[in-house]
């Protein structure tokens, strides 16, 4: 059945920035809101995501709200099925779920001027709000490459944020198109069981040896007993995270981890030629980082073979690529990664002028501390542009951009105000100083063409200075650089 109702608050997307606004705003005392999810479940990326080795690179201690600590976490480096169990666990325990409607995916919100809100429309019904929260996330959404002959391809092909567990991939030869983060995990996994794999690598990137392992019961035990030795692991591991992140400022300081890690890399693989289509050409960091203990390995079974191309097309039973050879296969699967820098959400927002976020982006995305953007008044983003990090976990990035929502809301509530609406000079002043501060990084300037990169060529995805800085910058709501309009008196106020 159809709904309709008028809200304080609308959130769309139950992933981690999702569940955690609305955690957020129950802390506040603001209970008048609406979670939007298309799926059935919460989770996110980590509901989508089902391939084979689906894990976390981010240490569990520092993979997790901060006041929702798990000490239960069994791994150093959590996987799929586990990080998706706390997160549901989580938005149970902080009674989140009433506030759920699920199957309900967002169609269009636009901005009316007359009535001061958001009017959402959805497949389940229209709904109104005075607050509009994108919590989308930047990974959401597969990027699948319209490649000539896709559509003609005979066998099965998918991405891996949509694995097709009813096909068996016993014996089948098997292209992979993509070599980021989820190949890297889902190759070792596959391999033992293909006839064939073939993986075609436009670039080789850095892997670097992940350090993973149970975590003792011990730990788990004094976890759960004493709280503040976890925050205190916690701590530790984000502080010296932030210490990397140091080196991602200065390129050459990469170069004594880059020189371990191909060395670890000519340990694993002893075949010189391939050791050489493997080694990367760009600085470390210029693109994610990917971390695995399985996947060199993997690369040097016979059944597997890397083709040092890109894919120019497909055939009814072939993968042709851009060197021209032409390799049979009954399978493929997209690593491919997500539509970082031009989220469909965007598209569907539309603010004060009529256009959407997309019109106005016009393909590199832009946002006050990935936050708020002007011409949408009262939106407010999570993980938006240039928020991310080459060295962070997303919830260090996420709770301080739930802090600025909440104290967006109390600041509204205390005021009277109706709209809060970013100034123009102030994004466009962030702008420029936010890309003046990337032009040295590794990120910029460390000789590679990565998914930070949107459409025109500039770094629309990475927060160049340190998550301490963006946790002050966040702190607060800084509400001298919002036009700020006071909400019309009441028939009973006059």
């Known amino acids: 059945m159809d709904e309709e109702g008028n809200f304080e608050v609308v959130i769309v997307g139950a992933g981690c920035s999702g569940i955690g606004a609305a955690i957020a705003l129950r802390r506040a005392g603001v209970h008048d809101f609406l979670v939007l ?6 989770g996110g990326v980590w509901r989508d995501n089902t391939y084979p080795g689906c894990a976390c690179d981010v240490p569990s201690v520092l993979y997790s709200y901060s006041f929702a600590p798990n000490p239960a976490w069994s791994r150093l480096y959590s996987g799929q099925a586990e990080i998706g169990a706390y997160l549901r666990r989580t938005a149970h325990e902080h009674g989140v779920l009433p506030h759920l409607r699920y199957g309900t995916e967002l169609r269009s919100a636009r901005w009316d001027e007359l009535t001061g809100r958001w009017h959402l429309d959805t497949g389940r019904g229209r709904y109104t709000a005075r607050v509009l929260v994108a919590a989308a996330g930047p990974i959401a959404e597969p ?3 319209d490649l000539p002959g896709l559509d003609t391809f005979a066998g099965t092909a998918f991405h891996s944020a949509r694995w097709d567990h009813g096909h068996d991939l016993t014996g089948r030869r098997v292209a992979v198109v993509g070599t980021g983060a989820s190949a890297v995990q889902f190759v070792p996994k596959i391999a033992p069981h293909v006839g064939e794999l073939h993986l075609f690598q436009r670039t080789a990137s850095w892997v670097l040896p992940k350090f993973d392992g149970p975590v003792p019961p011990a730990v788990q035990r004094l976890f759960r007993r004493i709280p503040a030795a976890q925050a205190a692991a916690r701590g530790a591991v984000y502080a010296l995270h932030e210490a990397v992140g140091v080196g991602f400022d200065r390129p050459r300081a990469m170069r004594p981890i880059e020189r371990w890690a191909l060395r670890r890399m000519h340990q694993a693989v002893t075949d010189p030629d391939l050791r050489e289509v493997l080694t990367p050409r760009f600085a470390l960091g210029c693109k994610r980082i990917l971390f695995s203990n399985e996947y060199y390995p993997a690369l040097t079974r016979p059944n597997v073979q890397v083709h040092a191309t890109g894919v120019r097309e497909m055939r009814a039973d072939a993968v042709v690529g851009v060197d021209g050879s032409v390799t049979p296969v009954d399978t493929i699967i997209f690593g491919t990664g997500f539509r970082v820098t031009d989220p469909p959400i965007a598209e569907r ?5 009529g256009r959407t976020l997309s019109e106005a982006w016009r393909g590199s995305p832009t946002a006050y501390l990935g936050t708020t953007v002007t011409g949408y008044p009262n939106l407010f983003l999570t993980l938006g542009p240039n928020s991310g990090s080459g060295h962070a976990s997303a919830f ?3 709770e301080p951009q739930l802090h600025y929502l909440v104290d967006a809301v109390r600041t509204m ?17 962030h702008d420029i100083a936010l890309h003046r501060a990337l032009a040295g990084t590794v990120y910029n300037a460390g ?3 990565s998914y930070y990169l949107d459409r025109t060529g ?7 200075w340190s998550i301490t800085t963006l946790r002050r910058r966040l702190r607060h709501f800084d509400a001298d650089r919002y036009v700020l309009r006071e909400a019309a008196p009441t028939l009973e106020a006059r």
């Open 37 to 42: 999810e298309r799926a059935d479940d919460v």
């Open 143 to 145: 990027a699948v490459p």
């Open 349 to 353: 927002i539309a603010g004060r002028d």
């Open 396 to 398: 260090s990035i996420i």
């Open 413 to 429: 509530r205390r005021r009277g105000l109706a709209t809060v609406e970013l100034r123009p000079e102030v994004q466009a002043e």
């Open 447 to 449: 000789g590679c063409a």
């Open 458 to 464: 500039r770094n629309s995805t990475i927060w160049p």
